[in-house]
């Protein structure tokens, strides 16, 4: 059975920090691309950062970079995303996918779609 749990979400003040975590299971996780998306009420799901867990390659979105960090750890089928100085347009419902795409632009640019999802975390930034 194919698994994705996201973990480490909740409710931090602006300027603060949180590391979300998706742990994936039930199929090859270094052949397939990570991304973690968001979705805000009333808002359309957006791509905030991808990971080719085969090369490392990763994407930020340009509302996010230099203030997100996404990691992987093959060895735990574990991708991590380390958000700081976090502000309250973060406020979202984080989902982990994954797709087999080697395009990492295109699939958290929201253009390839994602053959596994998680449920979603919950983050909210108090102003």
């Known amino acids: 059975e194919v698994q994705l749990v996201e973990s480490g979400g909740g409710l931090v003040q602006a300027g603060g920090s949180l590391r979300l975590s998706c742990a994936a299971s039930?199929?090859?996780?270094?052949?397939?691309?990570i991304g973690w998306f968001r979705q805000a009420p009333g808002k359309e799901r957006e791509g905030v950062s991808c990971?080719?867990?085969?090369?490392?390659?990763?994407y930020y979105a340009a509302s996010v970079k230099g203030r997100f960090t996404i990691s992987s750890d093959n060895a735990k089928n574990t991708v991590y995303l380390q958000m700081n100085s976090l502000k309250p347009e973060d406020t979202a419902v984080y989902y982990c996918?994954?797709?087999?795409?080697?395009?990492?632009?295109?699939?958290?640019?929201?253009?390839?779609?994602?053959?596994?999802w998680g449920r979603g975390t919950q983050v909210t930034v108090s102003s």
């Open positions: 996918a994954a797709s087999m795409t080697r395009d990492t632009w295109h699939y958290c640019s929201g253009y390839t779609q994602s053959d596994y």
């Open positions: 990971i080719q867990s085969r090369d490392g390659d990763t």
């Open positions: 039930g199929f090859t996780f270094d052949s397939y691309a």
